[in-house]
């Protein structure tokens, strides 16, 4: 059988999202989440009430989801560029890295104020980093984000966002296609720090379009390797989520089919596990 990554990001943006993915962990219908230590549901209570979730479930990890986009502040005093105290917007942040104007130390040493938090919030270093918005892969912010991870926490695995599959199906997808491009370099970077990647990703689409999750599932199990990541975003709407993310209904959607009858039966007919 195919051991997969089922990984929920945004633990920690508030507490309806935590709820949902502590739910989803303790019931096994997930064995990863990334946590956001800027976030604002993530004082030490949700950290405890995490850990125990990810107790109950065989080999679930728990990683650091490395944020540097608004609406968020950073946790060091002298970031930059913000915007009224805030990250700038992730268009504003992969403009500046295109363009060479990002300060590759300032963003290293962000990324190791969030691995230490991360570290004094959970008693240990991440299982494994990623990044909100796929920010990790950007130019100008790669390199600095590799070097706090293998300073800090040299044995996590870092997300990569590239698909598997033959080149004409990926063409079909611009979203999914440019997150590939930017993989690539990545990869070989994490290569040449000895940082270790999943080999294949999956779980991108376009939230604004409400898809059929379940149909959507079933084409990211396609082709994923063994040791594969599939992101997710389930969870409750609240009024904190509401405030801060735009990604709000879909995210109860995912949750609903996750914890249903169907979702297991998918696995079953595609040879996969998550334990």
């Known amino acids: 059988m195919r051991r997969i990554w089922l990984c929920a990001d945004d633990y920690g943006i508030s507490a309806g999202v ?12 997930l064995n990863a989440t990334s946590v956001m230590v800027v976030g604002g549901a993530i004082a030490r209570d949700e950290a405890e009430a995490l850990k125990a979730s990810a107790a109950s479930a065989p080999r679930a990890a728990i990683g650091l ?25 992730y268009p504003r942040l992969l403009r500046a890295g295109v363009t060479r104007r990002l300060d590759g130390e300032i963003i290293r040493t962000e990324v190791t ?6 570290a004094d919030l959970f008693g240990r270093p991440p299982d494994f980093v990623d990044g909100h918005q796929h920010a990790q892969l ?18 996590a695995w870092v997300r990569q966002s590239g698909r598997a599959g033959p080149l004409a199906v990926r063409l079909t997808e611009p979203k999914a296609l440019f997150l590939d491009l930017l993989s690539a ?25 409400a898809p059929d999750f379940g149909q ?19 969870g409750f709407v609240d009024e904190a989520l509401i405030g801060l993310d735009p990604l709000t209904t879909q995210r109860e959607r995912e949750h609903a089919y996750l914890a249903g009858e169907q979702f297991p039966l998918l696995l079953a007919a595609n040879n996969v596990t998550l334990s």
């Open 113 to 118: 104020v969030q691995l230490k938090t991360f």
């Open 138 to 155: 950007y130019p100008g912010v790669r390199d600095g984000f590799l070097d706090a991870v293998k300073e800090i926490a040299p044995n």
């Open 185 to 209: 370099q990545f990869r070989r970077r994490a290569a040449r720090a000895s940082i270790a990647v999943n080999p294949g990703f999956a779980g991108a689409y376009d939230f604004s379009k």
């Open 18 to 29: 935590n709820r949902g993915i502590r739910d989803l962990l303790a019931h096994g219908r």
């Open 65 to 89: 989801h490395v944020t540097l986009t608004a609406p968020f502040r950073p946790l060091t005093m002298h970031f930059r560029p913000v915007h009224g105290g805030l990250f700038p917007s």
């Open 216 to 234: 959507l599932m079933a084409q990211f199990l396609d082709g994923l390797p063994d040791g594969g990541v599939i992101m997710c975003h389930p």
